[in-house]
C-alpha cells in the first residue's frame, strides 16, 4: 500500500504563491501518473494538473493554467505543485494521487494522500 504525504500548504494573500509538495511512502510498480485535485467546501473533487512519472506531457485544468506548474524529482521520489498569482477561488484541500493511467478522473486514482489546505485571502 502506497501512502502519499502532502504538505507546503497554508494561508496566503491573493497574488502570493505556495509550493506544494507529495511525498510516496514507497514505489508503486503500477503507478504513471500523479495528479494533484483540490476540494472546496461544498463542492467535487477537482482535477488541477498531472505528470507522468517518466517524459513529461504535464497537464492543467484551463482554470490554473498559465499560474501553475506541476514538477517532479525522481531521485527524491517528489512531486511539487508550484502555484503563482493565487486567487481566493484556489482556496481548497489540495490532494495528490496516483494512477496507473493517464487521466483528469479523480475516480481512476487508486492512492491519495490526506490532504494539505491552501487558503488565499482576498
Known amino acids: 500500500q502506497v501512502q502519499l504525504v502532502e504538505s507546503g500548504g497554508g494561508s496566503v494573500q491573493e497574488g502570493g504563491s505556495l509550493r506544494l509538495s507529495c511525498a510516496p511512502s514507497a514505489r508503486s510498480s503500477s503507478s504513471s501518473v500523479y495528479g494533484w485535485f483540490r476540494q472546496a467546501p461544498g463542492k467535487e473533487r477537482e482535477f488541477v494538473a498531472l505528470i507522468r512519472l517518466r517524459g513529461y506531457s504535464p497537464l492543467y485544468a484551463d482554470s490554473v493554467k498559465g499560474r501553475f506548474t506541476i514538477s517532479r524529482d525522481n531521485p527524491k521520489n517528489m512531486v511539487y505543485l508550484q502555484m503563482n498569482s493565487l486567487k481566493a477561488e484556489d482556496t481548497a484541500v489540495y490532494y495528490c494521487?496516483?494512477?496507473?493511467?493517464?487521466?483528469?478522473?479523480?475516480?481512476?486514482?487508486?492512492?491519495w494522500g490526506q490532504g494539505t489546505q491552501v487558503t488565499v485571502v482576498s
Open positions: 494521487a496516483l494512477a496507473s493511467r493517464y487521466t483528469a478522473n479523480h475516480r481512476e486514482y487508486d492512492y
